[in-house]
């Protein structure tokens, strides 16, 4: 099979064409043929630092190489001697082992028929493979970890990036009221989506324009920016950092002013968030933007197009059909 393979940390140039033998799947694993592939900025992160890969796929060290990626939607062909729930010819989509090494960029997946879901039949694989990493990022975010409700006010920062799109139309779902913040020209695309209200973030600053938020989904890297994201939040309320970690002394003692609950959110593979976003892609409560589709030997470019931090919805990689 065909499988694109990475040997060491660094630029597109490592990730390295390769021939491999199909994976042999365990008792609770399906075998899947990938009809299409997402890519996530975590994927250029783990491509291009060490550290981020030892972390995030739990590497040993002595790994000859490794096989990047964890969101696909494609067609099973064979199933493990435990597996229930899926068939020979079920097309399925979801997030394979994430933490650890999916291993997606590749013909075949092996995935633990937990991490899985029936993709709708609705919708087209390249659109099932791009609601997984960052569709369940935004599920949790708000839903298991948020514990957003119907009549709540909720932030979603970065609103036209894969996970913001996703949580603008999932939050608007449960019947919050959403306000969304992107730069100019995604104005429309985010109102588009389902908020309320958009904020220009070259133009406000987000703790003058909100300072009540229930619930606020921070998206950004930086210490300054998890601090005015806490002046979001109204007191008692809840700060999910998608990137950003709460161990600053600074920005602990600046939450509990704030009487904060605060998350640092890292989504987990799980098939049971799957099928619910499903049901909202099935029933049309939930849509992919996909920004830009390339082939499997184009993963190098999908890659430097993700890192540019101007993709709106998602970047998808088309296997042949």
Do not use: C
């Not at 006010?153 to 036209?160: E, F, G, T």
């Not at 099935?282 to 030997?297: A, L």
């Amino acid at each position: 099979m065909k499988a694109i393979i990475l040997k060491q940390a660094g630029g597109v140039d490592k990730l390295l064409p390769a021939e491999l033998p199909e994976p042999t799947v365990r008792p609770s694993e399906v075998l899947i043929k990938v009809k299409a592939i997402s890519i996530n900025p975590v994927d250029t992160s783990v491509r291009s630092n060490g550290e981020w890969m030892k972390f995030v796929l739990g590497l040993r060290g002595d790994e000859p190489y490794v096989i990047l990626g964890w969101d696909i939607s494609g067609v099973v062909t064979e199933v493990g001697a435990d597996v229930k729930k899926f068939m020979a010819g079920d097309e399925v989509f979801g997030l394979v082992n994430f933490p650890g090494q999916g291993k997606a960029y590749a013909e075949f997946v092996a995935a633990e028929e937990i991490h899985m879901a029936l993709k709708p039949v609705n919708i087209s694989h390249q659109e099932a493979a791009g609601a997984t990493l960052a569709a369940l990022t935004a599920w949790q975010a708000l839903v298991t970890y948020g514990q957003l409700i119907a009549g709540e006010k909720v932030l979603v920062q970065a609103a036209a990036g894969g996970v913001g799109h996703y949580a603008v139309q999932i939050a608007r779902h449960l019947g919050a009221y959403v306000i969304g913040t992107g730069s100019a020209g995604n104005k429309e695309f985010i109102l588009g989506l389902g908020a309320h209200e958009f904020i220009d973030y070259h133009q406000q600053r987000i703790e003058a324009a909100v300072t009540d938020a229930d619930l606020t989904i921070d998206a950004q890297r930086d210490t300054d920016h998890i601090k005015r994201s806490i002046r979001t939040v109204r007191d008692g309320g809840r700060l999910v950092a998608l990137v950003n970690r709460f161990d600053d002394p600074t920005i602990q003692a600046d939450a509990a002013a704030k009487k904060l609950k605060t998350i640092s959110h890292l989504v987990s593979s799980s098939g049971e968030d799957m099928r619910a976003i499903a049901q909202l892609l099935k029933n049309g409560s939930v849509k992919t933007h996909i920004y830009q589709q390339y082939s499997f030997d184009e993963i190098p470019e999908a890659h430097l197009q993700i890192a540019t931090g101007r993709t709106r919805g998602k970047i998808i990689i088309v296997l042949d059909q």
